[in-house]
C-alpha cells in the first residue's frame, strides 16, 4: 500500500511474496473471495473473476515492482499509469476460492514508459498472460 494508491475496493494485490529488484521480477498473489463486490453481477449464476481485473492485478504488480525497484513511493505528487496492454490471453476461468498468483518481470524501460511481462496463475495453470506498459506521471 506504500507503492500504489490502490484501496478497497479496487486493490486487488493481497500480498507480495517476492521482489526480487536485480532481476526485476515480482511474484504477488490476490486471493479471491465469494466476497468480493464484483460476483454479484458478474454471472451470478457461475461466479468468474472478470478478465479486465485480472489484467489490473497484473498491472498493480507491475506498478510495485517497477516503484520499489526505483525507490518511488505513492504521493500526491506522483502516480503510476497503465498505458496500454499487448497480447492478452485468457486460459481458465478464474473462480472464488482461488489464489491468483502473479508474476511480473521488467522487460525494459524507456522514454517513460515501462514495459512488463505478467502472468496470473491459479494452482500452477496459467490462467492470464499479458504484455503491460506504465508510465509515471507527477501530478
Not at 1 to 30: N, T, W
Not at 31 to 51: A, D, I, K, L, Q
Not at 57 to 82: D, R, V
Not at 84 to 91: A, L, S, T, Y
Request: charged letters at 20%; one cysteine or more; aromatic letters at 10%.
Amino acid at each position: 500500500m506504500e507503492y500504489i494508491p490502490h484501496r478497497y475496493p479496487f486493490l486487488l494485490i493481497d500480498r507480495v511474496l517476492s521482489c526480487d529488484l536485480e532481476g526485476q521480477k515480482i511474484v504477488a498473489i490476490k486471493n479471491v473471495s465469494v466476497n468480493e463486490p464484483f460476483f454479484t453481477g458478474h454471472f451470478p449464476h457461475h461466479c468468474v473473476m472478470p478478465g479486465v481485473l485480472i489484467v489490473e492485478a497484473m498491472a498493480q504488480a507491475s506498478a510495485i515492482l517497477a516503484l520499489k525497484k526505483y525507490g518511488i513511493k505513492h504521493s500526491a505528487k506522483n502516480t503510476f499509469y497503465f498505458v496500454g496492454i499487448d497480447k492478452v490471453r485468457f486460459k481458465r476461468p478464474v473462480l472464488p476460492g482461488d489464489r491468483l498468483v502473479i508474476t511480473s518481470k521488467i522487460n525494459r524501460t524507456l522514454r517513460g514508459i515501462w514495459k512488463f511481462s505478467a502472468t496470473a496463475q491459479v494452482d500452477d495453470a496459467l490462467a492470464s498472460e499479458a504484455q503491460i506498459m506504465c508510465t509515471m506521471k507527477e501530478l
